[in-house]
């Protein structure tokens, strides 16, 4: 049994009035997919906005690789081995898709910021991009406008990002979003082809996407987590059905 | 648009090729402008091509972090002015080497853009134009204040620089050309930052920072570098201004100013880099022509901006891009 | 440094701040509601006092020519609107600050062209026009009150009606969060045109006001709006708390600064240093204050309530 590779302990988010986060805990292992699912509004992408950096939690500790990142900024998170990506999708338009990987590569490159080496045409850059490409299936669309690719494409796109960053652990949040059946099963191979190698934590709404691919499930219900475990024990669980029968009741 | 979908990287060759010939071709017909003195140009032809130099280089400058960087900056003749007053006060204090002078005017650029670039890259949008606005008015009051050194009167410069002894600025053409080379020189090297790994961090980071923080760069910082070398550059200008006008003024540092080199930059095409030296040249000899015309210029000039803004897309370089047919 | 002299300036600063505010305050509710940069608002203020010339020199009388330059100010606001400003609102902040230039240019060479690059002034009303005693020998303005008291009034009324009035609940809501405000079915529209109009009739209403103090002439209304910015800036854009607080820490510490600056240095250094670098620092000052607020506080003072 390994040491976990993010673990939420006591996670706490409110806005005025409304706790979107109630005191979460979860543990991510490394090689897991983890889903997290719940109704409308529970605060799923809320938490994924904690757990990358982007919103700063009012209480609780969130651990990744051993360390307490809570201080720590998105930036310093991804630097440290944690990427995700987001719900609506988030690449930069006016570049190619390989530059849009590229860049995740150079973040982790010894100069990331030279000023005068020539980013377009550095192998040492593109190599691993490319290959972070043609793992999502996007090497004939390299070239190509971010802004310009399909939605499915898109969300291939945002992955292979991740990628790029070499991550220990991938906030998934909702990648299946707005995708249609054909791409959406090939996003879904996609996921359980990188299975074992990277820790997953996957937002999503899709429950046959989630049931195929989760090794555990979380439920989260008003900013809590009302059942954890193996995907079977979460599906008979009774009050997860009430949650869910409440929400479409 | 066509079918195809739009080619974001040309690839080496083609779009390099294409990416090149422009600026070569105006960096061609700028070496020899002075020779149109022969087919009937008048002598102060070269006097202005040389000042529309002088403000290709800040408008160039200004490019690299309003057309690459996306941060509008509307107080950047405070770097025009801080170059032309720090060479303007070392030559009145009997230092006109130019080897003396430069190191002051870079060093001063730098430092005051670090400390107001670190302030103002706290604030996002709105909030920053103001910011850069109210900096650029602080140090056009800091020049009025200095009355040892003409204060709003301005001070008249009664030498030139010199190189190790050399005469650069005697002459009309050695003027030009000297000032020539230097934005040849500037424009390769902002160029090259542009397509470096640093570029491409600012350049993601003006569509989606968001993205570029989250996949681990600091924003920020990359911004600041950006506003610092802007501002070095552009304190290179004035260093070049004060030389050529041989008078230095707070008018120099006024906000109109910032406004004129803003437009400069957007008129040839914002981010381009080649298109900020066109729209500055462009722009300083319509006003010339126009200021002979009539004295309330500006009349003229006011709506015309208005008019430009509300009804073109990408500037000078972007109506060539597309009379040549091209994507 | 007497007392006296220190309860004079004191009184000015308050008299420069609430100018201030009332300019600032129409451009942070366009700011924030809008998120259109409007850098032709010093514009308005400038013609405020224009008008306030020409109509009190037609009418003979200061306070009908006060109501007719108001009027004709909203008016000339609306049509700059309908002819301008509309089209600019779903452009980037770079097409709105040019586009606002170039009608800066134009209209500060058109109010040359008509009335002149000779200063003018507009007479004190009688009813205004004498002292008021402070302390023994201690000389005030009446004017000068008069002018605290009505921009103070025009502060309550606009508490007034942006806390209390529908109106003004929609205006706090827009400040907040803009595209949620249209969500819900407010005709987004009208109510940019309402906060455009209420801004415009508050600068124009300061530059009328000032205009018997201050000299009317082309381009008073540039470094207004520059000070309008700082208020803006320090005070937290969006939020009129803010600006009228800002408004008046930035009209207390310009004036005493400029004031006093000198005498504080005399302390430290000799009389022709001290004038020198008085000169200097007290141009600068409320930048520098600028400058240390945002470092601590990037948001403004008093941020408007929900923006990030």
Same mark, same amino acid.
Request: charged share 15%; glycine share 12%; net charge neutral.
């Given at each position: ?26 543990? =991510? ?71 849009? %990987? ?17 980013? #377009? ?46 991550? +220990? ?44 691919? #989760? ?35 | ?22 600026? #070569? ?28 130099? &002088? ?25 025009? $002015? ?16 130019? =080897? ?13 853009? +670090? ?32 009355? #040892? ?82 501002? *070095?550059?552009? $304190? ?34 914002? @981010?381009?880099?080649?298109? +900020? ?42 109506? =060539? ?7 | ?24 305050? @129409? ?5 924030? %509601? ?11 203020? *400038?013609?405020? +006092? ?86 023994? @020998? ?9 002018? &605290? ?31 949620? %405000? ?21 600068? $124009? ?104």
């Amino acid at each position: 049994m390994s040491e976990p590779v993010l673990v939420l302990d006591g996670l706490r988010k409110a806005f005025g009035a409304l706790k979107v986060t109630d005191g979460v805990d979860l543990a =991510l292992r490394p090689g897991e997919l983890h889903a997290l699912i719940g109704p409308n509004g529970a605060g799923k992408t809320t938490l994924v906005h904690q757990i990358s950096g982007m919103l700063k939690p009012d209480a609780g500790t969130i651990r990744f690789r051993g360390q307490d990142v809570t201080g720590l900024d998105a930036k310093a998170r991804a630097r440290r081995g944690l990427a995700r990506t987001f719900q609506i999708t988030s690449t930069i338009a006016s570049l190619s898709a390989l530059e849009n %990987v590229a860049l995740g590569v150079q973040a982790r490159a010894a100069h990331p910021l030279a000023l005068f080496r020539d980013a #377009a045409s550095d192998e040492s850059l593109n190599r691993p991009a490319r290959e972070a490409l043609a793992a999502v299936g996007l090497a004939d669309r390299a070239h190509i406008a971010a802004g310009s690719l399909s939605h499915g494409e898109k969300r291939a796109l945002e992955l292979a990002m991740a990628l790029a960053l070499e991550p +220990a652990a991938i906030l998934l949040d909702e990648p299946l979003a707005g995708v249609g059946k054909e791409e959406g099963e090939r996003l879904i191979a996609l996921l359980a082809s990188l299975k074992g190698r990277y820790a997953m934590l996957l937002v999503e709404h899709d429950m046959e996407a989630v049931f195929a691919l #989760a090794d555990s499930v979380s439920v989260l219900v008003y900013g809590r987590v009302i059942a954890s475990g193996a995907p079977a024990a979460v599906r008979a669980d009774p009050a997860v059905r009430e949650a869910y029968l409440g929400e479409e009741g | 648009m066509s079918g195809a979908p739009a080619l974001a990287t040309e690839g080496r060759s083609g779009g390099e090729r294409r990416k090149l010939l422009l600026p #070569a071709v105006i960096f061609l017909l700028l070496a020899l402008a002075p020779l149109a003195v022969h087919l009937g140009m008048p002598a102060s032809w070269l006097p202005l091509l040389t000042r529309a130099l &002088i403000f290709a280089i800040a408008a160039l400058s200004l490019d690299l972090i309003l057309g690459v960087g996306g941060l509008v900056s509307f107080g950047h003749a405070a770097f025009l $002015g801080i170059g032309a007053y720090a060479t303007g006060i070392m030559i009145t204090e009997g230092r006109s080497e130019t =080897l003396l002078i430069l190191p002051v005017v870079l060093l001063a650029c730098a430092v005051f853009g +670090a400390v107001t670039g670190a302030v103002c890259l706290r604030t996002r949008g709105v909030a920053f134009i103001m910011i850069t606005l109210a900096f650029g008015q602080m140090v056009y009051f800091l020049a009025q204040a200095l009355s #040892a050194y003409g204060g709003d009167d301005g001070l008249t410069l009664y030498e030139r620089s010199t190189l190790l002894g050399i005469d650069l600025f005697a002459s009309r053409s050695s003027f030009f050309y000297t000032v020539l080379a230097s934005l040849a020189g500037c424009y390769l090297l902002v160029r090259a930052i542009v397509a470096s790994r640093f570029g491409r961090v600012l350049r993601a980071a003006r569509e989606n920072p968001t993205r570029v923080s989250v996949t681990g760069f600091d924003v920020d910082r990359v911004r600041l570098i950006a506003y610092v070398l802007s501002g *070095m550059i552009a $304190g290179l200008a004035g260093f070049f201004l004060a030389n050529h006008t041989e008078f230095v003024s707070p008018a120099f540092i006024s906000w109109q100013r910032s406004g004129e080199l803003i437009f400069m930059t957007v008129l040839g095409g914002v @981010g381009s880099l080649h298109g +900020a030296i066109i729209g500055a040249i462009a722009y300083l000899i319509a006003e010339d022509a126009l200021s002979h015309l009539t004295e309330h210029w500006r009349v003229i000039f006011g709506p015309q901006i208005v008019l430009f803004v509300l009804f073109t897309r990408g500037g000078i370089v972007g109506m =060539l891009k597309r009379a040549g047919g091209g994507r | 440094m007497t007392t006296g002299l220190l309860l004079v300036q004191i009184l000015n600063g308050l008299q420069l701040g609430i100018l201030l505010f009332l300019v600032a305050a @129409g451009l942070t509710l366009v700011f924030g %509601v809008m998120d259109f940069i409007n850098l032709a608002h010093g514009v308005q203020y *400038m013609l405020g +006092a224009y008008l306030a010339v020409t109509f009190v020199s037609l009418t003979g009388s200061f306070a009908l020519g006060l109501v007719l330059a108001l009027a004709a100010a909203l008016v000339f606001g609306l049509v700059l609107e309908f002819l301008v400003f509309r089209h600019l609102y779903d452009r980037d902040h770079l097409d709105q600050v040019l586009a606002t230039f170039g009608l800066i240019l134009l209209l500060n060479q058109g109010v040359k062209m008509i009335w002149g690059a000779a200063p003018l002034s507009v007479p004190i009303p009688e009813l205004l026009s004498g002292n008021v005693r402070l302390l023994d @020998g201690i000389l005030y303005p009446t004017y000068r009150f008069a002018l &605290i008291g009505a921009g103070l009034a025009v502060a309550g009324l606009l508490w007034f009606v942006v806390e209390r009035t529908r109106t003004g609940m929609l205006l706090r809501a827009g400040a907040s969060n803009a595209p949620m %405000v249209s969500a819900l079915g407010v005709d987004i529209r009208r109510l940019f045109m309402v906060v455009f109009a209420f801004g415009t009739m508050l600068a $124009g209403f300061a530059g009328a006001m000032a205009a018997p103090i201050l000299s009317v002439e082309p381009g008073m209304g540039d470094t207004v709006l520059i000070l309008a910015f700082v208020v803006i800036v320090i005070g937290g854009i969006g939020s009129i708390r803010g600006a009228f607080v800002a408004a008046l820490i930035v009209g207390l510490v310009d004036t005493l600064g400029r004031s006093f600056m000198n005498d504080l240095l005399r302390f430290f250094m000799s009389a022709p240093s001290a004038r020198a670098t008085g000169a200097a620092l007290s141009s600068m000052l409320i930048y520098l204050l600028m400058a240390v607020v945002l470092f601590l506080r990037p948001d403004g003072l008093l941020p408007a309530r929900g923006r990030s």
